[in-house]
């Protein structure tokens, strides 16, 4: 089993920012895509940003293009979202999800569907 845990949350202002991280541990992991996705309120889960872990190719979603920056530590089997320019819309527990090279389920990174794996989530609360 892979355990996937998020840390640095928190409460920040609007224009402030934030980097949340995200490690996995437990049984060897080959990874294929570690992605974010967030949750807000009486909302839906939405896709955030996502990285392929051999090719280090990013996605983002167009509400945090610009702003967001995925990145990966492959030695230390640990992905990185830099938030800046936060507002308060991106108010929303935000959730780490990996999809290894093995899982057979079809491959859409924006779906949460297509991961593996979740973490718990960690709040990130923006204040305007």
């Known amino acids: 089993q892979v355990q996937l845990v998020e840390s640095g949350g928190g409460l920040v202002q609007a224009g402030g920012s934030l980097r949340l991280s995200c490690a996995a541990s437990?049984?060897?992991?080959?990874?294929?895509?570690l992605g974010w996705f967030r949750q807000a309120p009486g909302k839906e889960r939405e896709f955030v940003a996502a990285?392929?872990?051999?090719?280090?190719?990013?996605y983002y979603s167009d509400s945090v293009k610009g702003r967001f920056t995925i990145s990966r530590d492959n030695a230390k089997n640990t992905v990185y979202l830099q938030m800046n320019s936060l507002k308060s819309e991106d108010t929303a527990v935000y959730y780490c999800?990996?999809?290894?090279?093995?899982?057979?389920?079809?491959?859409?990174?924006?779906?949460?569907?297509?991961?593996?794996?979740w973490g718990q989530g960690t709040q990130v609360t923006v204040s305007s």
């Open positions: 999800a990996a999809r290894s090279l093995y899982y057979s389920r079809l491959y859409v990174y924006t779906s949460g569907s297509s991961y593996e794996y």
């Open positions: 990285i392929r872990w051999s090719r280090g190719t990013t």
């Open positions: 437990g049984r060897t992991f080959s990874p294929h895509t």
